[in-house]
């Protein structure tokens, strides 16, 4: 099984709201990784988890917040974004940091 | 500065007929792993291929195979016998310093005419 999951598909939100994407796998791995892709762009690497602690964060503004529950689950909590995040966010896991990735379907974005 | 450089922005081949994508790259490091990913359409990123810098041979998964040259820093993806379904956008990817950082090439958009 090499599935992982994102919640929700789609999601539109206001800049003053707070929401959350979540991000779920049960291959045992244990990196996961949080992307940002806009239209026709390579994805962006924003976060590694790695053994359920955060490894990389790649100078993302604050209004990004991620969490790791556990080795399998991992959240993205969003606050205050603002029309320019909005974009394709892509979770994704490996056996450990450094292998292959295997990328969920993504959640997309939209600030109003 | 640019690691991962993928040089076509789109490219046309037709069904049954190979195709290959080019990627090269740039680092100083010896340990390093290059990818190849797929994105149809619908957005979900696709594991294709796998090289270990340190690999002697080239990697092959069913169609796909993996030009390595390290010497001219190069990571080309063949398609073999393309697919109608092989229409997506295609990108080449780098692992290096010390496993933490991973980057995309900016990507091949492939259309397979029948």
């Known amino acids: 099984d090499t599935e992982v999951t994102q919640t929700p598909k789609h999601l539109v939100m206001g800049m003053t709201n707070k929401k959350s994407l979540k991000c779920e796998q049960h291959m045992g791995h244990r990196a996961m990784y949080w992307y940002k892709q806009k239209a026709k762009k390579p994805p962006e690497l924003m976060f590694v988890y790695s053994y359920e602690k955060l490894s990389i964060n790649e100078s993302v503004p604050s209004r990004f917040s991620p969490e790791c529950p556990n080795s399998s689950l991992l959240n993205l909590h969003l606050h205050a974004l603002q029309p320019e995040d909005s974009a394709l966010y892509l979770c994704a896991s490996s056996q450990v940091v450094g292998y292959e990735q295997y990328f969920g379907p993504g959640t997309r974005l939209t600030v109003t | 500065a640019q690691k991962i450089t993928q040089t076509q922005p789109g490219m046309f081949v037709q069904e049954k007929e190979a195709v290959t994508l080019d990627c090269t790259y740039d680092t100083s490091d010896q340990s390093y792993g290059l990818f190849w990913y797929k994105q149809p359409s619908s957005g979900e990123m696709i594991f294709l291929i796998y090289q270990g810098s340190y690999d002697e041979q080239n990697a092959t998964e069913g169609r796909y195979s993996l030009n390595f040259q390290k010497a001219r820093k190069s990571a080309n993806l063949v398609i073999s016998a393309s697919q109608l379904g092989d229409s997506a956008m295609y990108f080449c990817?780098?692992?290096?310093?010390?496993?933490?950082?991973?980057?995309f090439g900016s990507g091949t958009k492939l259309n397979v005419k029948p």
């Open positions: 990817a780098m692992r290096y310093y010390n496993f933490n950082k991973f980057y």
